[in-house]
């Protein structure tokens, strides 16, 4: 059997995941300090696991509407209302996905026709690259810098559109750079869409995840924006439930309905005990103003301090995040490119961090550290990689 000839050569080319491929390696080396993986070190609260586990008790373990539960639609409307200033009909402008990972895929599936660009940034995450690829688009980058704060500019942005380009990813906090997007950022970038048929596929799974005081900003509230969004989000990183799966999308009805038509054949539903405990956080969270999220964003500020200066001190230039869970430190102190520091970082002092180049072309020269790991940890970690910085220092 020739199996060249039979698989997808476009999806065949695809890499593994620049992520994954690095932690088959520290799967094997369970002494090493883990600052790699993007999952909060905290356990998902009890009273969201005691919904679900009510949920089963009664038997409601039958498929839900493709759309998902209309309770929990409604809840995720009166959450986007409160939180973000935007309104969704539950009805129709909101569906329930298995994380927001395969909202992303629905918005590209359903937007993307073959030869169509798609604009991301550079540094961005990795999935975003093959999903444009599956859905038989070409991703155009946009490239950011620590100069900017990682933001994506309007002029880099004015610069890869082409008229071939169908639409933006928007991923902001983000992942890998800890970058946001405030209201006056994300006004100029709106200026440059609002006039043009792209549109804007915007990843706030680290919404709740911003520092320094200042609110997520969901572009879908600027005006003459909602019409043209897709504003994607879930409970895995903000509500510690990563395991669940659970995410959805939001946006105008004639864009939700072809992505339900995508959904309804492949996925069907998102699991229902999740459901219900994703109801639950969102309900409880209503009503005493989100204090469970509010104690997970003060654990990770703090954390988020210790890292930058642990990392500064060690000697490596770091730009200070501003949302999300990581830190994007350069490695050009030491005079390695990525690749070579990760590996001879976890070679020599057991330390994991994910190399920079993973996220695309201008993430070389930096590494990804993930400070959702214990304090403990990362204590131990930074001293280590102070370490190592000072024996490999050019």
Known sequence: MNYDQVLCGRVSAVPPSGIRKFFDVVAEMPSAISLGVGEPDFNTPW??????????????????????????????????????????????????????????????????EPGDEVLAPDPTYVSYVPGITFAGGKCVPVPTYAKDQFRMTPQAIRAAITPRTKAIIFPYPNNPTGGVMRREHIEQIAQ???????????????????????RHVSIASLPGMWERTITLNGFSKAFAMTGWRMGYACGPREVLAVMCKIHQYTMLCAPTAGQYAALEALNIGLQNDFADVSHMVRAYDRRRRLVVDGLRNAGLDCFEPGGAFYAFPSVAATGMDCQTFCHKLLESKQVACVPGDAFGALGEGHVRISYAAATDKLVEALGRIAQFVEENRV
């Open 47 to 112: 009273a969201y696991n005691d919904a679900a586990i009510y949920s089963l008790r009664q038997g409601k373990t039958h498929y839900t509407s493709n759309w998902g539960l209309m309770e929990l639609r409604r809840a995720i409307s009166r959450y986007q209302r409160q939180r973000f200033q935007v309104e969704y009909d539950p009805a129709k402008e909101i569906l329930v996905t298995v994380g927001a990972s395969e909202g992303i895929d629905l918005a590209l599936r359903a937007l993307v």
């Open 192 to 214: 440059v869409i609002r006039d043009t048929n792209i549109m804007v596929i915007s990843d706030e799974i680290y919404a709740e995840l911003t520092y320094g005081g200042e």
